[in-house]
């Protein structure tokens, strides 16, 4: 949860440094190795042998003379983990190459243009929404050199564009929770919640929300580009999901008791907490558990919303979002539609390593209160939607157009 999915991947993709570095990279290595093994969250590395990985990259230590190729072994080697929240940080500067001031999606085999921050230069150098880039190696590069890209537009004709290397979209925009509502020509009013992050303020936000879109005859909850955050996502699921039980993090203090998988037993017993909405909250709660703590659903009594919820999700909906999305799934009536979420759900710290490298670790594990495991597992929408270029370019929006279908398909029902 410390660490947004899109941070992290921007990080997995910093590899361009060539500088050579006079640094003790066999030190690093062993700081790495150490870290893994005190810190990880799971005792049994998910069936993989860590001893025999890391001999065989320690093998290859020898060989390192630069930074970037470090960073490049360290990643490889924590990728054999087979899970998401890992990184390998270079010293100083996050890293020397950079993207585009806009987001994209990959749509058959090719990055396509589906979002452009206002204030980027992409848009001044003529980047547009649609916009299919035909050599996406071409997106990353040095932050001081633009990025020299050839586009399709929608029209079928290509150019050839200088845009800016910029790093955008984060941090998020403010504020990360917003609301509107809107009322319809047929009586009925739709309440719209955007959360982009949840956040140590998120909760607070949450509340304003549904206290503005409480009388609505239906809710519109848009989590497509949440990269996660913090428990603070609990506050929306108990607006309409029943109380108790929301979602446990196991550590590996704890799974080092066990004797085999988690069960239902296990998280049954576990310390329970209410309101933990900050990250600090979360880590301390964990740790009064010794390793494991079930983060609970508040019971809001009348403030609870009673009318047709439909919860958007998508390939960027990661992290604690997803454990949102998997509480509203399988704890809720919601109806989830869009695309199958990033598959990114764990918790994660940074920690430090010799020579001021630093790694992103999984320090908890996300389970169901029915000892379902959901680490990294992927969320499916109920109604699965289709983006297409096409639409895209037609300022199209497929997913909100199903999620409005499903509403007006709840109002039909007696």
Same mark, same amino acid.
């Not at 204030?119 to 001044?124: D, K, L, P």
């Not at 290509?158 to 047929?186: Q, Y």
């Not at 603070?232 to 446990?248: D, H, I, K």
């Not at 004797?259 to 296990?266: C, H, I, L, Q």
């Given at each position: 949860m410390r660490q947004p999915l899109a941070i992290l991947a921007a990080i997995a993709l910093m590899t361009g440094s060539a500088h050579a570095q006079t640094r003790d990279y066999a030190a690093v290595f062993e700081g790495l190795d150490q870290a893994v093994r005190a810190n990880y969250y799971d005792p049994r590395f998910g069936g993989h042998d860590w001893n025999a990985?890391?001999?065989r990259y320690r093998d290859r230590v020898a060989g390192v003379r630069s930074d970037a190729e470090f960073q490049r072994l360290g990643r490889e080697m924590l990728g054999e983990l087979g899970v998401s929240h890992v990184a390998v940080h270079?010293?100083?500067?996050?890293? %020397?190459?950079?993207?585009?001031g806009a987001l994209w999606e990959e749509i058959d085999g090719h990055p396509v243009i589906v979002e452009i921050d206002p204030a980027s230069g992409a848009r001044a150098a003529g980047l547009r929404i649609g916009d299919r880039i035909l050599d996406?190696?071409?997106?990353?590069?040095?932050?001081d050199q633009p990025a020299l890209l050839e586009v399709e537009r929608c029209d079928g004709a290509r150019a050839a564009l200088s845009v800016p290397r910029?790093?955008?979209f984060w941090p998020p925009r403010e504020r990360t929770i917003s609301w509107s509502t809107l009322r319809r020509g047929d009586g009925r009013s739709v309440g719209y919640i955007r959360a982009d992050r949840f956040g140590d303020d998120a909760a607070g936000l949450i509340d304003a929300a549904m206290a503005?879109?409480?009388r609505t005859d239906g809710l519109l909850i848009d989590i497509r580009n949440n990269s996660g955050g913090n428990a603070s996502a609990l506050r929306l699921l108990a607006y309409f999901a029943e109380a108790g %039980?929301?979602?446990a993090l196991l550590s590996r203090p704890y799974l080092e008791t066990l004797n085999g998988p988690v069960g239902p037993g296990d998280v049954a017993t576990i310390h329970q907490v209410h309101g933990a909405y900050t990250t600090e909250a979360v880590f301390q709660a964990v740790t009064d558990g010794r390793g494991a703590v079930m983060l609970m659903i508040e019971d809001i009594g009348d403030l609870r919303y009673d009318k047709p919820v439909v919860v958007l999700i998508g390939p960027e909906t990661g992290s604690a979002a997803e454990?949102?999305?998997?509480?509203?799934r399988e704890q809720t009536d919601a109806v989830l539609v869009g695309r199958p979420s990033a598959g990114a759900l764990l918790s994660s710290d940074r920690f430090d390593l010799p020579e001021g490298w630093a790694v992103t670790l999984p320090v908890h594990g996300t389970w169901g209160p029915d000892g379902r495991d959901y680490g990294d597992q992927v969320v499916p929408p109920h109604i699965e939607t289709v983006r297409t270029r096409e639409a895209i370019c037609r300022n199209e929006d497929a997913d909100l157009a199903a999620a409005i279908q499903t509403l007006e398909a709840a109002w039909a029902r007696p």
């Amino acid at each position: 949860m410390r660490q947004p999915l899109a941070i992290l991947a921007a990080i997995a993709l910093m590899t361009g440094s060539a500088h050579a570095q006079t640094r003790d990279y066999a030190a690093v290595f062993e700081g790495l190795d150490q870290a893994v093994r005190a810190n990880y969250y799971d005792p049994r590395f998910g069936g993989h042998d860590w001893n025999a990985i890391s001999a065989r990259y320690r093998d290859r230590v020898a060989g390192v003379r630069s930074d970037a190729e470090f960073q490049r072994l360290g990643r490889e080697m924590l990728g054999e983990l087979g899970v998401s929240h890992v990184a390998v940080h270079l010293p100083g500067q996050a890293g %020397p190459t950079m993207g585009l001031g806009a987001l994209w999606e990959e749509i058959d085999g090719h990055p396509v243009i589906v979002e452009i921050d206002p204030a980027s230069g992409a848009r001044a150098a003529g980047l547009r929404i649609g916009d299919r880039i035909l050599d996406a190696a071409a997106i990353r590069g040095p932050r001081d050199q633009p990025a020299l890209l050839e586009v399709e537009r929608c029209d079928g004709a290509r150019a050839a564009l200088s845009v800016p290397r910029e790093s955008a979209f984060w941090p998020p925009r403010e504020r990360t929770i917003s609301w509107s509502t809107l009322r319809r020509g047929d009586g009925r009013s739709v309440g719209y919640i955007r959360a982009d992050r949840f956040g140590d303020d998120a909760a607070g936000l949450i509340d304003a929300a549904m206290a503005a879109v409480s009388r609505t005859d239906g809710l519109l909850i848009d989590i497509r580009n949440n990269s996660g955050g913090n428990a603070s996502a609990l506050r929306l699921l108990a607006y309409f999901a029943e109380a108790g %039980p929301g979602v446990a993090l196991l550590s590996r203090p704890y799974l080092e008791t066990l004797n085999g998988p988690v069960g239902p037993g296990d998280v049954a017993t576990i310390h329970q907490v209410h309101g933990a909405y900050t990250t600090e909250a979360v880590f301390q709660a964990v740790t009064d558990g010794r390793g494991a703590v079930m983060l609970m659903i508040e019971d809001i009594g009348d403030l609870r919303y009673d009318k047709p919820v439909v919860v958007l999700i998508g390939p960027e909906t990661g992290s604690a979002a997803e454990g949102f999305a998997w509480g509203a799934r399988e704890q809720t009536d919601a109806v989830l539609v869009g695309r199958p979420s990033a598959g990114a759900l764990l918790s994660s710290d940074r920690f430090d390593l010799p020579e001021g490298w630093a790694v992103t670790l999984p320090v908890h594990g996300t389970w169901g209160p029915d000892g379902r495991d959901y680490g990294d597992q992927v969320v499916p929408p109920h109604i699965e939607t289709v983006r297409t270029r096409e639409a895209i370019c037609r300022n199209e929006d497929a997913d909100l157009a199903a999620a409005i279908q499903t509403l007006e398909a709840a109002w039909a029902r007696p």
